[in-house]
């Protein structure tokens, strides 16, 4: 279950850098042995990121977005290992998933991890391609049609 005084909260990079460093590198490289040349793509500067705060405000989980005309790229969503099954990915997606709607974005994209992919399909996202290997792990794309924000369904 998600913390009542969980806070997931819209950055700016240079706001966020060493939050969202602790978050990727604990995650992706260390855990998961990704390169850290691979996890540090220099994209970050043109991407929107989210911060989800523990209730003692430590930074637990993080992930990206990226807007490509009427469409969302997320990724780079981690979370901490301890924090992990108690609602934080949930939050992190629905916020990227609400700002990609604000933004009038129609669709949204990601690559899962193939051991996250039950995960994305229980929000509502479809595989759309094959397996492949992205940092010698086996990854999945899904995508996901976003309907207008409310305030857009007049």
């Given at each position: 279950?998600?913390?009542?005084?969980?806070?997931?909260?819209?950055?700016?990079?240079?706001?966020?850098?060493?939050a969202?460093?602790?978050?990727?590198?604990?995650?992706?490289v260390r855990?998961?042995?990704?390169?850290?040349?691979?996890?540090?793509?220099?994209?970050?500067?043109?991407?929107?990121?989210?911060?989800?705060?523990?209730?003692?405000?430590e930074?637990?989980?993080?992930?990206?977005?990226?807007?490509?005309?009427?469409?969302?790229r997320?990724?780079?969503?981690a979370?901490?290992k301890?924090?992990?099954?108690?609602?934080?990915?949930?939050?992190?997606?629905?916020?990227?998933?609400?700002l990609?709607?604000?933004?009038?974005?129609?669709?949204?994209?990601?690559?899962?991890?193939?051991?996250?992919?039950?995960?994305?399909?229980r929000?509502?996202?479809?595989?759309?391609?094959?397996?492949?290997?992205?940092?010698?792990?086996?990854?999945?794309?899904m995508?996901?049609?976003?309907?207008?924000?409310?305030?857009?369904?007049?």
């Amino acid at each position: 279950m998600m913390s009542a005084t969980m806070r997931v909260d819209l950055v700016e990079w240079k706001q966020g850098e060493p939050a969202i460093r602790l978050i990727r590198e604990t995650v992706f490289v260390r855990e998961q042995g990704v390169p850290l040349e691979l996890e540090w793509d220099g994209q970050d500067p043109l991407y929107q990121h989210v911060l989800v705060w523990s209730d003692h405000g430590e930074p637990i989980g993080t992930a990206r977005l990226y807007q490509e005309g009427k469409q969302a790229r997320i990724g780079r969503m981690a979370v901490l290992k301890e924090h992990r099954g108690r609602g934080v990915g949930r939050a992190l997606l629905s916020t990227l998933l609400d700002l990609a709607r604000a933004q009038g974005m129609m669709k949204a994209y990601l690559a899962a991890q193939v051991h996250a992919v039950g995960f994305y399909e229980r929000q509502g996202f479809q595989v759309t391609g094959e397996l492949f290997e992205d940092a010698g792990i086996p990854h999945r794309a899904m995508t996901l049609a976003l309907p207008p924000a409310p305030s857009e369904c007049r």
